[in-house]
């Protein structure tokens, strides 16, 4: 059974950094191509960021492009997000989510498993 944990989340001031982490297990870490879904109260999850398999497709949501960077650590099982520039905007619910239908996936229905969700809260 695959299972995503992600740690990491927190809170942080405006313009601070914090580094998700995704740990895969029950498979291969090279398996699944993964995404990062971030859901704000009231709003439905949107994908942040999605990287392929090998890692040599990464996609970003515009609002991040430049201060986010997703990488993944095959051996390890492990996808990492990390987030420099942090904005009040940034504020919600992190999701790790895993699927092995396309090289990279921007909604959340084409995503077969589901981390439990880190709180990543930007404020002063």
């Known amino acids: 059974q695959v299972q995503l944990v992600e740690s990491g989340g927190g809170l942080v001031q405006p313009g601070g950094s914090l580094r998700l982490s995704c740990l895969v297990s029950g498979h291969t870490g090279s398996s699944y191509a993964m995404g990062w879904f971030r859901q704000a109260p009231g709003n439905q999850r949107d994908l942040v960021a999605a990287?392929?398999?090998?890692?040599?497709?990464?996609y970003y949501k515009n609002s991040v492009k430049g201060r986010f960077t997703l990488s993944r650590d095959n051996a390890n099982n492990t996808t990492y997000l990390q987030m420099k520039g942090l904005k009040p905007e940034d504020t919600g619910v992190y999701y790790c989510?895993?699927?092995?239908?396309?090289?990279?996936?921007?909604?959340?229905?084409?995503?077969?498993?589901w981390g439990q969700g880190t709180q990543v809260t930007v404020s002063s």
């Open positions: 989510a895993a699927q092995a239908t396309r090289p990279v996936a921007d909604h959340f229905r084409e995503y077969d498993y």
């Open positions: 990287i392929s398999r090998n890692g040599d497709q990464i």
